[in-house]
């Protein structure tokens, strides 16, 4: 699976698509990282990719040619032909004001061959920028400088659920994200005066089961 984030920082994409999972994900083959710098599309002088708003207003707003110029570069424009073609593949802008991200979202992510992720910056985009994607996407009810690190979120999220990338398939089978966890212990059997439940230390798999189940059922009450 590849993923595309368009983004004025390709640092910080960089920097963390090269450490822990995703680096070994990407040195398998599993998945493609790509970070294109919009900028590098501007056509001013200056290299501005930003401009005041018609009509006035508070801060400054990303222009749409160089977003639109650096999809093009990319193939990713939205038109007929890439309509038809094979590739399932998904534009996603990282907005405040977007559909909310969740597990149930990932998934449906992970199924596709392409995502592209567009990071914002300043005070948002161009209204017609919206119009070169297919969603627009939020991570949470909070605001952030960029969409930077809710873009690199979905592709961790995204690319957790693509076969081989964590090489335990278990661990994928009892991820729970929240709902379901029960409590864990390693080494040491003491700490402090806190031990380790003797349930856990029997051997017995059926009843560290059952011990399971009820600890997580109490727990998200």
């Not at 966890?181 to 798999?205: A, W």
Request: glycine fraction near 8%.
């Amino acid at each position: 699976m590849r993923f595309d984030i368009l983004t004025l920082f390709p640092d910080i994409v960089h920097s963390y698509g090269s450490e822990s999972i995703l680096k070994r994900a990407q040195k398998a083959g599993f998945i493609k990282i790509a970070a294109h710098n919009f900028r590098d599309y501007t056509k001013d002088k200056q290299w501005h990719v930003d401009d005041k708003p018609y009509g006035g207003g508070a801060g400054m707003v990303l222009q749409v040619q160089p977003i639109w110029d650096c999809l093009k570069n990319i193939k990713a424009l939205k038109n007929k032909k890439t309509k038809t073609s094979k590739q399932k593949t998904k534009i996603i802008i990282l907005d405040p004001a977007g559909k909310k991200f969740n597990q149930r979202m990932a998934e449906k992510l992970s199924k596709l061959d392409r995502v592209i992720l567009i990071c914002g910056r300043y005070e948002g985009f161009d209204e017609r920028i919206y119009k070169l994607a297919d969603e627009k996407v939020s991570v949470g009810d909070y605001v952030l400088s960029g969409g930077e690190l809710p873009a690199l979120v979905i592709v961790e999220a995204v690319s957790r659920l693509i076969p081989g990338v964590l090489g335990n398939e278990e661990s994928l089978l009892n991820e729970t994200f929240g709902k379901g966890k029960y409590p864990v212990y390693t080494r040491p059997e003491n700490f402090m005066g806190q031990k380790v439940p003797k349930i856990l230390l029997s051997g017995d798999h059926k009843k560290i089961k059952e011990w399971r189940q009820k600890m997580a059922k109490i727990i998200h009450k």
